[in-house]
């Protein structure tokens, strides 16, 4: 007996890369040689053009070995996208037009929540550090896709243990002002959707994607209070 109740599977997640390689040309042929093991569903040159390499209903080969929340095989439930990127350049504008394009109709076609747009780097921390820090993760959450901080309240937020040291310390902020002494940002970054395994590592990922400066694997109080505005949208 067999069922005809079926269909093919849904994306629900978004993972986006750098090639790290010189050239399109190069990807393309990466990606159709079986030695290599590689894949992603989409190719996007630096001219916008864009490349759909695979049916979005099958499973590329593109996130390997990582684990994002609870999920630890992102090939089965998401769309791998690949940007052409030398892995230490900016992506040209032409570019990200076209990623935003792509993503709005991969949003709409398959419902993807806001939260499960991520970087390579974000599921595979220590392993990967793809897309690399110049990518415009602010311009994809202000579009909808992923989650970016507040940044005029970072300044106001206060660290509840900063007021054992202050006669002033304004004792009524309101909650999404002040950290409270019991924050745990490694829970934070856990609820956020990270590896925890490897806290120095967790960290790096983060401070990747959302200080995009050489990360350091260890948070100061600016970062820890960027996570702490990051998390409230997560939960
Ligand atoms: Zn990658």
Request: aromatic share 12%.
């Amino acid at each position: 007996m067999a069922t005809t109740n079926f269909n093919l599977r849904r994306p629900n997640y978004v993972v986006i890369h750098h090639t790290a390689q010189d050239s399109v040309a190069q990807t393309l042929k990466t990606f159709t040689l079986p030695k290599t093991q590689v894949s992603a569903h989409y190719v996007i040159a630096q001219n916008g053009k864009i490349y759909h390499m695979l049916n979005d209903y099958y499973r590329a080969w593109h996130a390997g070995v990582g684990k994002w929340g609870n999920n630890q095989d992102l090939n089965s439930s998401s769309i791998g996208i690949e940007l052409d990127n030398d892995g230490f350049t900016e992506f040209s504008a032409l570019q990200i037009h076209s990623l935003l394009k792509l993503l709005g109709f991969l949003k709409e076609e398959y419902g993807i929540p806001q939260a499960n747009f991520i970087g390579h780097s974000d599921l595979a921390p220590s392993r990967k550090v793809d897309p690399n820090k110049f990518f415009p993760w602010k311009t994809l959450a202000e579009n909808g896709y992923g989650y970016w901080y507040d940044e005029e309240k970072i300044d106001r937020i206060k660290m509840a243990k900063d007021s054992l040291n202050s006669e002033e310390f304004p004792t009524a902020l309101p909650k999404e002002l002040l950290v409270p002494e019991n924050f745990d940002p490694l829970l934070a970054l856990r609820i956020i959707g990270y590896d925890i395994s490897k806290p120095e590592s967790a960290i790096q990922a983060f401070e990747l994607h959302f200080l995009q400066n050489e990360p350091d694997g260890k948070l100061n109080d600016r970062e820890i209070k960027i996570l702490y505005n990051l998390v409230f949208k997560y939960l």
